[in-house]
């Protein structure tokens, strides 16, 4: 009947168990969760597909190697990304403030919603993709591991950077776009595959302080703005 309903997690909320998927859901008003404490994905799915997901310190998002957490919402923090499965971003926009951290071997991927990382703030990263949505905001986001970029736009007044501990792997059939950010490989090792174009849109600026090796045929290109 209106309003908004509210789910506050400052314990332990696990998800452990089974292989299907748990749920949660907004049907009609608005829907906010706050997670300052343990979100543990174990085991199955999670989908949290609600208008509002704050994720705030210290507050711990862990996604386990059997696990996986379908993210969908719009919201701001500056928790910790604890990763040995997958964290698929696929709505919304996720803003981390600084303080945030993606940790472990597992992998947080861009499909479809935003991650933006907030003004004045460095978040390290280990492995990161973007397939579609966007790498967004004003602040620094740096690759330790693996930066798989197959689709989507990265933009916004910050800087994406791959550093030399890093590995830039660019391929896919879809244009990729680098809209006003700038973006910087310091990777030793970068592989460039696929068909889709890399586009340089608004002054776009890419940077490649490492090694990348073209194995295909695709375009780097000023298109636009």
Known sequence: GGGTATFNNSGLFRKQGGTGTTTLQQVNSAFTVNNTGTIDVQSGDMTVNVSTFNHDAPGVLQVGGAGTMNLNGTGSGAGS????????????????????????????????????????????????????????????????GTFGWTGGTQSGTGLTQVSNTG??????????????????????????????????????????????????DAILRENGG
Do not use: M
């Open 81 to 144: 990304y604890a990763l040995t499965g997958t964290l698929n971003l696929t709505g919304g926009t996720q803003t981390l403030a600084n303080g945030s951290a993606i940790t472990g071997s597992g992998l947080f991927n861009v499909n479809g919603g935003t991650l933006a990382v907030g003004p004045g703030a460095t978040v390290h990263g280990q492995n990161v993709t973007l397939a579609s949505g966007g790498i967004a905001g004003a602040g620094t986001l740096v690759v330790d």
């Open 167 to 216: 590995t830039l792997s660019i391929g896919g059939g879809s244009a990729k776009t680098l809209s006003q950010r700038t973006f910087v490989s310091q990777a030793a090792a970068g592989t460039w595959t696929g068909t889709g174009a890399i586009d340089l849109n608004n002054a776009g600026v890419f940077t490649n302080a490492g090694t990348l090796v073209a194995q295909s």
